[in-house]
């Protein structure tokens, strides 16, 4: 298991930024699958974006793609999503997950493919 501990949520306004960071436990970050999800009051949790071993390999929701960007910081054990042009529908806790695989290209969008979860971070995007 990873410990993760997520921070950087808050209020904005619609239109503004924010970003959310990710801190990881361990030795061997650098092999974990990383992903951001959400979930709103009375929904169900939802993938946001996953990242794989390095940068260049990332998936996204087609609801964030353009404004949300997520990426990682192998030598602080970190991952971050930045998110920009927010919307009032963004609002939610957002979640960060890792698992740790075998495959530099293999990125896990689902979050049963994830193993390790952190607590959650709030972020409210009012009108």
Do not use: H
């Amino acid at each position: 298991q990873v410990q993760l501990v997520e921070s950087g949520g808050g209020l904005v306004q619609a239109g503004g930024s924010l970003r959310l960071s990710c801190a990881a436990s361990g030795r061997t970050f650098s092999t974990l699958a990383m992903g951001w999800f959400r979930q709103a009051p009375g929904k169900e949790r939802e993938t946001v974006a996953a990242i794989g071993w390095s940068s260049g390999n990332s998936y996204y929701a087609d609801s964030v793609k353009g404004r949300f960007t997520i990426s990682r910081d192998n030598a602080k054990n970190t991952v971050y999503l930045q998110m920009n042009s927010l919307k009032p529908e963004d609002t939610a806790v957002y979640y960060c997950a890792a698992e740790r695989t075998g495959s530099s290209r293999y990125v896990p969008m689902r979050a049963p493919d994830f193993g390790s979860w952190g607590q959650g971070t709030q972020v409210t995007v009012s009108s």
